[in-house]
């Protein structure tokens, strides 16, 4: 029997050499968080894993306490002062390699958190809008702990736990994580419908999340016989289901959900939705079995090679490489499949082009053979089939206008010296 207790209770039981499994994206428990912020000592010596994101996860495990730790995967704010301290690991793992480390190390996690809905007549929680990684870690995990927040939707998934499964629970009503793109502009909604005349109808689309994504999917109104089958999922794609363009029933299989508290509600009674952990949403040999599944990813730059930066900014990590490199995997090997990066041409303020000749300080999230297509404002470089000269040439005619003499120069400074 699972023996109810107060947050407090549980951030209390911590003792320093524990590892806590605390969940990112949609399924964090930002009750657990805050009750950790009115005990921080209890963070001292413990250390707390999982895949929290920037820019949408806020929460600073390493700053609880100076002797707190962090094992985590993807470049936070947060995580900066606790690498060059030691306190912190990064480990430079896809979301696959992620979901596996965890599963490889869940024995060793002395307390996992999950934040769920209440429980149904037969006892089963939901994980809401969040089912990435807790596959991976709740079976084998020393403690388990059931965050049980009413503000949880009820949603259809591969993955679901008894109440009196865990080994406690705390009943706490919080705000989930709540994720805003923030607006289009004329140009973004003219860069997303160049992206759009590559989706045909009844492709499988993939995406990621942001602005340029989202005014994509607001560009597909008009396609019909659309399924998605993505890692995450926006309240953007709420304007496709309403405009007729999602296919059916159970057309949107996605590992997790963000949005505002409205969009949360409607996961609960749209039965398009089906959420599934990584093991599933990232497995190349799924994605490869889906006609025509349609990638559609974004960078930071795109060399004259066509590799792709995904993740760093002048040598400096911002992220990491997340699904992309089985996305784009899973796209090269399904029946009419393509894999599409778009971004823009420079950057905000237009002093640096963003098609770039050769990576100084970048790192490599694609190598040059995985791109398709790469889209800016200024056209689409169709890049498969091409020989060397003919990519480099697709991507300095996308370039900015201001750029495309120098990066010219460039490429036949490489060419001489290869």
């Known amino acids: ?96 390699g992620i979901y596996r480390d965890l599963a490889a190390r869940a ?21 809401g809008p969040s089912s990435d990684f807790h596959p991976a870690i709740w079976a084998r995990a020393r403690r388990r702990v059931l965050h049980v927040n009413p503000q949880v939707p009820r949603t259809r998934g591969a993955f679901s736990v008894r109440l009196d499964g865990a ?6 009503a919080s705000p989930l994580v709540q994720y805003d793109a923030g607006g289009s ?52 794609v709420s304007t496709l289901l309403d405009a007729g363009a999602i296919a059916a029933r159970g ?15 409607r996961l609960e009674r749209d039965d398009s939705y089906y959420f599934r952990p990584v ?23 795109v060399d004259l090679f066509g590799q792709v930066n995904a993740d760093s900014l002048n040598g400096r990590l911002m992220a990491g490489v997340g699904g992309l490199p089985a996305f784009v995997a899973g796209a090269q090997l399904s029946n009419e499949g393509r894999s599409i990066v778009a971004l823009p041409a420079a ?5 640096h082009s963003r098609i770039v000749a050769r990576f100084n300080n970048g790192l490599v999230a694609l190598p040059r053979h995985a791109a398709d297509y790469v889209v800016t404002e200024h056209g689409i470089a169709e890049l498969r089939g091409r020989d060397l000269r003919g990519r480099a040439e697709a991507l300095i005619a996308v370039a900015a206008p201001a750029f495309r003499t120098q990066l010219a120069a460039d490429w036949d400074a490489i060419l001489r010296k290869l």
Request: with cysteine; charged share 20%.
């Open 1 to 96: 029997m699972s023996r109810k207790l107060d947050v407090s209770a549980v951030v209390a039981g911590l003792a320093p050499g524990m590892t806590v499994f605390v969940p990112g994206l949609s399924g964090e428990s930002l009750a657990f968080h805050e009750a950790l912020q009115a005990a921080p000592d209890k963070a001292a010596g413990v250390t707390f894993t999982g895949l929290h994101f920037p820019g949408i996860n806020r929460s600073d495990y390493l700053g609880l306490h100076p002797d707190a730790r962090q094992r985590a995967y993807v470049m936070t704010p947060g995580l900066r002062a606790g690498l060059v301290d030691g306190r912190a690991e990064l480990l430079t793992l896809d979301y696959p």
């Open 107 to 127: 024995g060793e996690v002395d307390l996992a958190i999950a934040q769920v809905s209440p429980p149904d007549r037969e006892g089963r929680c939901s994980f």
């Open 167 to 172: 080994d406690a629970y705390f009943e706490a």
């Open 185 to 236: 502009s004329p140009a973004i909604a003219q860069h997303a419908a160049r992206v759009a005349s590559l989706v045909r109808d009844g492709d499988t689309l993939e995406f990621g999340v942001g602005k340029l994504p989202g005014a994509i999917l607001a560009a597909l109104v008009h396609h019909r016989g659309l399924r998605i089958w993505s890692g995450m999922v926006t309240d953007a």
């Open 251 to 265: 057309a949107i299989d996605a590992g997790v959900a963000l949005g505002d508290a409205a969009y949360y509600a």
């Open 279 to 301: 093991s599933q949403t990232h497995d190349v040999r799924r994605l490869a079995a889906l006609n025509q599944f349609c990638a559609i990813n974004s960078a930071v730059e």
């Open 347 to 351: 950057t905000d303020d237009g002093r």
